[in-house]
């Protein structure tokens, strides 16, 4: 895979204006995990997928434009608006997942409807149990958008407001609330077996 390294928010809009769907990795060069999430990201073949990155430790006016406090993260944009961001360094094989929009897959390896649900974690990142339902998540292969609730004062009560409990972890399924880390409930709503 190839990177095109950018140096703004402005850059990265020209870029969103000629490729509304692309993909931006925000990494702090020479930490472990960046560079765990840059040698996985290299390993996968994805010609027809365009990869941004940007070295937050240069570029300033990125990531608070996208409330995003942790590096690695790949943000995702699918019309020119921030659909999904996944933090943190994952396997070569969960990164493909994300890139090949119909390879997703439960474990059994079997074809699934996972990538027609919308799945959404609300979570702190002082919160065991909310990187414990992220971990699970990604296990098998369900892409989410992590809401840091404790920064998005909006979102935590819009979080409320569908739930009526403020505690975290919740996932949100396709408009229905899960709270706390029940993995069979989990399951359910999202048809993993």
Known sequence: MEFLEIK?????????KN????FLLLYKSQTE????????????D???TI?????????KDIHSKYNISSAPSLLEFENKILKNVVKGCQTSTFYKTIFDKNAVSNKDGKNSNLQTKKVK??????????????????????????????????AADRMVAKSGQRGVP????NGRMVVGFDKNKIDLLLDIK
């Open 33 to 44: 995990n960046s560079v765990c999430t840059i040698e996985n990201l290299k390993n996968i």
């Open 8 to 16: 703004s928010h402005e850059e990265l809009q020209i870029n969103l």
């Open 121 to 154: 974690v609300y979570s702190t990142t002082t919160c065991p149990w909310c990187t414990r339902v992220k971990e699970y998540l990604r296990s098998q292969n369900i892409r989410f958008t992590d809401v840091d609730v404790s920064r998005d004062q909006a």
């Open 170 to 173: 919740q996932t949100e399924i």
């Open 51 to 59: 990869l941004l990155k940007a070295d937050v430790s240069k570029v």
């Open 19 to 22: 490729r509304p769907n692309l």
């Open 46 to 48: 994805t010609s027809d």
